[in-house]
């Protein structure tokens, strides 16, 4: 069965410093990945997608990137961390098919002091 | 632009009431796929049903049932009886349909709807 991991599930980190979560999934190939990020509040706003290594589309200009090195690893960065970076974290996998849905992550709670 | 509206944000009931979320979406495209996802409040989404735009046929999963009425573009989700442990964030997406083949599968979230059961 296919399966997603994300790391770490909270982090605390000083304005200025860098960012790595990593997402991973198993037990499929090929999966479309996506990270969304959750601000204070209800709604998921979608940062990128990728449908295939070194594929990344971006949703919303910001001071983040994202980078899928390998088939089922999705990595989202950043160089400088802003205040307003704060949020929820999820990540999430789809098959290549629309319609198939997401299955998400248990996401990351990113703090930035 | 596809879009998804859940106008009520917050909703709070007593227990064993039944409880209706709405979801009202809109787009182009012929063929789409819509999702209702529950949001504990350990964070991580929880997937509850996904119907396909030529399925209007109505689904029944034990307390939980959904409506689909494309006359309406509505998919709405009813709680019969709730509990306490209904308690968390429902969010309703739309997914993009075919487009020669390269879809994504991208889905659009609508804010959401926080549900409180007070026992």
């Known amino acids: 069965s296919q399966t997603i991991h994300q790391w770490p599930a909270t982090l605390v980190q000083p304005v200025g410093s860098p960012l790595s979560l990593e997402c991973t999934v198993e037990?499929?190939?090929?999966?479309?990945l996506y990270w969304y990020r959750q601000a204070a509040g209800r709604g998921l706003q979608l940062l990128f997608y990728?449908?295939?290594?070194?594929?990344i589309s971006s949703e919303v200009p910001q001071n983040l990137s994202a980078s899928r090195p390998q088939d089922r690893q999705f990595i989202l960065s950043s160089k400088k961390l802003l205040l307003s970076d704060s949020g929820f974290y999820l990540c999430a996998w789809s098959g290549f098919r629309e319609g198939y849905g997401y299955t998400f992550g248990s996401g990351t709670r990113l703090t930035v002091v | 632009a596809q879009k998804v509206t859940q106008a009520q944000t917050e909703i709070s009931v007593v227990e064993k009431e039944d409880v209706t979320l709405d979801c009202v979406y809109e787009t182009r495209d012929t063929t789409y796929y819509l999702f209702w996802y529950k949001q504990p409040p350990s964070g991580e989404l929880v997937f509850l049903i996904r119907?396909?735009?030529?399925?209007?046929q109505n689904e029944i999963s034990g307390r939980y049932s959904w409506n689909f009425q494309k006359s309406t573009s509505s998919f709405n989700f009813t709680i019969t009886a709730s509990q306490v442990v209904d308690s968390a964030v429902y969010f309703c997406?739309?997914?993009?349909?075919?487009?020669?083949?390269?879809?994504?599968?991208?889905?659009?979230f609508g804010q959401g709807t926080i549900l409180t059961v007070h026992p």
């Open positions: 119907r396909n735009s030529f399925d209007e």
């Open positions: 037990g499929t190939s090929n999966p479309n």
């Open positions: 990728s449908v295939g290594i070194g594929q």
């Open positions: 997406a739309l997914s993009e349909g075919s487009d020669g083949g390269t879809s994504y599968g991208k889905l659009t």
